[in-house]
């Protein structure tokens, strides 16, 4: 009888083992992929803070150029111009269009 005891004593070495050493490779494991993954949020955490910059600097070239453009066309701007360049107004050849409400006449 003492022999089954050793081969019980055996099966639960190895399986104490075995559990033991399943134990270490997980806690490895789990600080492994806890340490990549920090690393990754770190990562793209920067990316996103650069990646918002650059748009807020896109923003800013297009309100500036928006701006421009709103001074580049405006009216004084453009008679100016034409003045300079021998162009005159003519009053009578100004043809004024007023916006009449279509749906009375139907």
Known sequence: MAKIV??????????????????LFSAVSYLG??????TYNNALSTEKQSIESKIADLQTQNDAVKVEIRTLSTRDRVDTIA??????????NII??????????N
Do not use: M, W, Y
């Not at 003045?83 to 009578?92: P, R």
């Not at 004024?96 to 006449?105: F, G």
């Open 6 to 23: 050793r081969k019980k004593r055996k099966k639960q070495l190895k399986l104490v083992s075995f559990a033991v050493s399943f134990f």
């Open 96 to 105: 004024t269009i007023t916006a009449t409400d279509d749906s009375s006449s």
């Open 33 to 38: 992929s806890a340490l990549f993954l920090r």
């Open 83 to 92: 003045s300079d360049n021998g162009l005159s107004l003519d009053q009578n």
